[in-house]
């Protein structure tokens, strides 16, 4: 139990262009979910929170606009980093948390590599 | 700056030796968390330490928590090549729905 996809696991797209990437829990529902990006050899660092029904909360320094988060359901949270820069190639990796459990045990996505030329 | 701050941050031990690693935080945490991660995956949850334990384990993994010292160490005992993956520490600081907050993470190489 407690799985996590994202989808693609891994994309190259040219410079301006936009891509989305979407993170599932699989057999269980998550109001909250989580966005991170790793650049290699880094550790994970928080861009967002994505409550389901409700507006992403960014953390500081991260561009809202740039980075469009949408958690249309239960189960389902987007991540679409618009008008992609090379600078934003980068690792990027989800979480969510399971609803009905209490505590903070998040459960990570594979992760999706961002390559942008 | 981060929560977690984990030394060493490169490990290289020999198949079967024991492997400490250590995880210090600022602030007052509700519970930490240890994952791995190997190269270019996402994370595996490891354990998790609640503020009132001061020690857990689960199979090969011994994590102990020390709040007075704000710190927390991860034992794995009878290494094996396949440990070999970097170790994050995270921690939240508190309330049902506190993010977390990852150190920068220790690279352990274990050799067969």
């Known amino acids: 139990g407690a799985v996590v996809s994202q989808h693609p696991s891994w994309v190259i797209c040219k410079s301006g262009t936009s891509v989305k990437i979407e993170c599932r829990s699989l057999d269980f529902q998550a109001t909250t979910m989580f966005w991170y990006r790793q650049f290699p050899k880094q550790s994970l660092m928080l861009m967002a929170t994505?409550?389901?029904?409700?507006?992403?909360?960014?953390e500081q320094g991260v561009e809202k606009d740039k980075f469009l988060i949408n958690h249309a359901s239960l189960t389902l949270s987007t991540l679409t980093v618009t008008s992609a820069h090379p600078e934003d190639s980068s690792f990027y990796i989800c979480?969510?948390?399971?609803?009905?459990?209490?505590?903070?045990?998040?459960?990570f996505g594979p992760g999706t590599r961002l390559t942008v030329t | 700056s981060q929560q977690g701050e984990e030394d060493p941050q490169a490990l290289s031990i020999q198949e079967g030796e024991n492997a400490t690693m250590n995880c210090s935080y600022k602030?007052?945490?509700?519970?930490l968390q240890w994952y791995r991660q190997n190269s270019g995956r996402g994370l595996v949850h490891l354990i998790l330490i609640r503020s009132n334990e001061r020690e857990k384990h689960s199979g090969r993994l011994r994590v102990t928590l020390d709040t007075s010292k704000k710190s927390s160490s991860l034992l794995i005992t009878a290494s094996r090549a396949a440990d070999t993956a970097s170790y994050f520490c995270a921690s939240t600081l508190g309330g049902a729905n506190s993010k977390l907050t990852f150190g920068k993470g220790i690279t352990l190489s274990v050799r067969p």
């Open positions: 994505s409550n389901e029904g409700s507006k992403a909360t960014y």
């Open positions: 979480s969510a948390r399971d609803s009905r459990v209490g505590g903070n045990e998040q459960y």
């Open positions: 602030t007052s945490i509700n519970n």
